[in-house]
C-alpha cells in the first residue's frame, strides 16, 4: 500500500518531493552519497574510516537545527559570530539499535542575544521547524542544552 502523494499523513499539508540521493557502493563497508551533480559524502558502514550511518542521523538533526537556529537569531538581528553543537545520543542496546533520545549541547556566542532569546530560537527549530527531528519517532526526547557568550 502506498501513501497518496498529494497530502501528508496529518491530511493538511501537501506533500513536496525531495531531491533524488544516490548511494554508490565504493568497497568493504564504505559508501558514498550525494544529490546529483554536488561532491558525496563517504559513509562508513562500520564508523571507522569516516562517519557511520547512525552519526550521519544525528548529524543531520544537529546541522538541522542549527540552519534554523542561525535563520531565526539573523532575523532578530542577533546573528551568531560563531555556533558549534556536540550532540549525545542513546540507543537501543539489541538490533536495530534505534535512538532513545538525544542531547544537543550548543555554544553560541551572539552579540547582543539574550539567553532567553536563544532558547527560544534552538526551542522553535527542535520542536517545531526542524524536518529531521520531526522525522523521528515521537516518543524519542531530544533535549539541548545551551552555553551563550553575547
Known amino acids: 500500500m502506498?501513501?497518496?502523494?498529494?497530502t501528508t499523513a496529518d491530511m493538511?499539508?501537501?506533500?513536496?518531493?525531495h531531491a533524488p540521493v544516490h548511494v554508490r557502493w565504493?568497497?568493504?563497508?564504505q559508501f558514498e552519497a550525494a544529490r546529483?551533480?554536488?561532491?558525496?559524502?563517504?559513509?562508513?558502514?562500520d564508523a571507522r574510516r569516516?562517519?557511520?550511518?547512525?552519526?550521519?542521523?544525528?548529524?543531520?538533526?544537529v546541522t538541522c537545527a542549527s540552519v534554523d537556529v542561525v535563520t531565526i537569531l539573523a532575523k532578530?538581528?542577533?546573528?551568531?559570530?560563531?555556533?558549534?553543537v556536540r550532540i549525545e545520543a542513546t540507543r537501543v542496546a539489541s538490533a536495530p539499535r534505534?535512538?532513545?533520545s538525544a542531547v544537543l549541547h550548543f555554544a553560541i556566542a551572539a552579540k547582543g542575544a539574550a539567553k532567553p532569546?536563544?532558547?527560544?530560537?534552538i526551542e522553535l527549530s527542535i520542536a517545531k521547524y526542524c524536518s529531521v527531528r520531526s522525522s523521528l519517532a515521537g516518543d524519542i526526547p531530544v533535549t539541548w542544552t545551551i552555553e551563550l557568550e553575547s
Open 2 to 6: 502506498t501513501a497518496n502523494p498529494e
Open 12 to 17: 493538511t499539508t501537501p506533500d513536496i518531493s
Open 26 to 29: 565504493v568497497g568493504d563497508l
Open 36 to 45: 546529483p551533480g554536488q561532491p558525496p559524502i563517504r559513509i562508513d558502514g
Open 50 to 61: 569516516s562517519p557511520g550511518p547512525f552519526d550521519t542521523l544525528l548529524a543531520a538533526i
Open 76 to 84: 532578530q538581528r542577533t546573528p551568531p559570530q560563531s555556533l558549534e
Open 98 to 100: 534505534r535512538l532513545t
Open 117 to 121: 532569546q536563544v532558547e527560544r530560537a
